[in-house]
C-alpha cells in the first residue's frame, strides 16, 4: 500500500541534478551516471520509502528536431529487457504543469542504457531501434524500480547534446562517484590530446541551456515535484 505522506522519490544521475530536485516532499538520489551502483542503491531501499517515483535531469536528444533545453515529459522508457509504460495520468499531470516553460515541451518515450551513447550514429541507431526522443542512464532504472514495488512512475528530461552532436569521450568520463564534475580527469584529458577547448565551450554552452531549463521545470512543479497528493492534481 502506498503512503501518501511519503516523500516522491526523484531519480538523477549527477550532483547538480540531485541537488536540484532535492526540496519540500522530494527525496533526490543519484549515482554519478553509474546505472549498475544506482540499482544497487534503489535495491537497499526496503521498504521503498515513497509514493510515487520521478527520473529527473538531462538527457542526450535522439530525435532530430530536439534542441539543449527542449523538455521531454516520458510516456515510457525502452531499455534492454523492453518498453515499460509511464504512469498515463501522472505524465498528463506534469505535461500539463509544464507547459510553456521551455521552447518545446513534449510527451515521448525515453531510451535507457547503461554505457553513454556518445556518436551521432549511436544515437541515430537508437533512435531507429526505439522510436524515443531522448536518452538517459537512470530512467530505465527507475522505471524498474517503480514497477517491482507498484509505484507510479515518470520522468522529466532536459536535452543537452542534441541528436545529431556528438558527446566528448571525456564528458564520460569526467565524473566524480558522487556525479560532481571531475576537474582533474578533464585536465588529463587536454593534456593527453584527448579534449579540445572548442568541445568544451560547446559542451558548457548546451549544459547552461539544458540546466537553465530544468531548473524552470523545477520551480513549475513545486513540491513533490508535482505529484498529486492523494489524486488531487493542482493547474500550472
Known sequence: MIDPTAPVL????????????AGDGVEAVGAGGNPHRLRQLLDARVPPGCRAVVSFGIAGGLDPSLKPGDVVV?????????????????????LNLLSGVGPRVIPADLAGVDAAILAVDGKTD??????????????????????????????????????????????AEALTVDGEPDIAAVF????????????LMRLAKDS?????????????????????????????
Open 10 to 21: 526523484a531519480v538523477t544521475g549527477l550532483a547538480r541534478e540531485r541537488r536540484m530536485a
Open 188 to 199: 588529463f584529458a587536454f593534456a593527453r590530446g584527448r579534449a579540445r577547448l572548442g568541445d
Open 74 to 94: 516520458g510516456t515510457g522508457v525502452v531499455g534492454e529487457e523492453g518498453r515499460r509504460a509511464a504512469d498515463l495520468d501522472l505524465s498528463a499531470t506534469l
Open 126 to 171: 537508437l533512435r531507429a531501434r526505439t522510436g524515443a526522443a531522448a536518452v538517459d542512464m537512470e530512467s530505465h532504472v527507475a522505471a524498474a524500480f517503480a514497477g517491482r514495488h507498484g509505484l507510479p512512475f515518470a520522468a522529466v528530461r532536459v536535452i543537452c547534446d542534441p541528436a545529431g552532436q556528438a558527446l566528448p569521450a571525456f564528458a
Open 208 to 236: 547552461n541551456a539544458a540546466f537553465a531549463a530544468l531548473g524552470r521545470c523545477r520551480t513549475r512543479l513545486g513540491p513533490g515535484l508535482g505529484v498529486p497528493v492523494n489524486g488531487e492534481a493542482r493547474s500550472g
